[in-house]
């Protein structure tokens, strides 16, 4: 049986760019943190939110994180191996 939704039901519900449960996060944080601002005149709840929702970016199932641990195991982490000839 095929379906009109894309991968016949199996792909991950998405949001906008964001996986769901991604998204989910980002509304209740970003509630969360609009009370401590209002309350508390503080603004890092909502800061920790914005880098959360950044790096949380989905773009063809990698997002931003995904890029950044790759870029700092190839760079960083694992061993360059040259062969000079």
């Known amino acids: 049986m095929n379906f009109i939704y894309p991968q016949d039901l199996k792909a991950k519900p998405n949001m906008w ?8 996060i980002i509304g209740i944080g970003t509630l969360i943190g609009a009370v ?3 309350h508390f ?6 800061g920790a939110i914005a880098v959360f929702a950044f ?3 989905r773009f063809d199932d990698t997002t931003v994180m995904d890029y950044i ?3 700092v195991r190839y760079f960083i982490t694992t061993q360059q191996y040259f ?3």
């Open 17 to 24: 760019m964001w996986n769901l449960r991604d998204f989910a």
């Open 36 to 38: 401590f601002l209002i």
């Open 41 to 46: 005149h503080w603004l890092a709840p909502l």
């Open 55 to 57: 790096v949380t970016i």
């Open 69 to 71: 641990r790759y870029a």
């Open 83 to 85: 062969e000079w000839r």
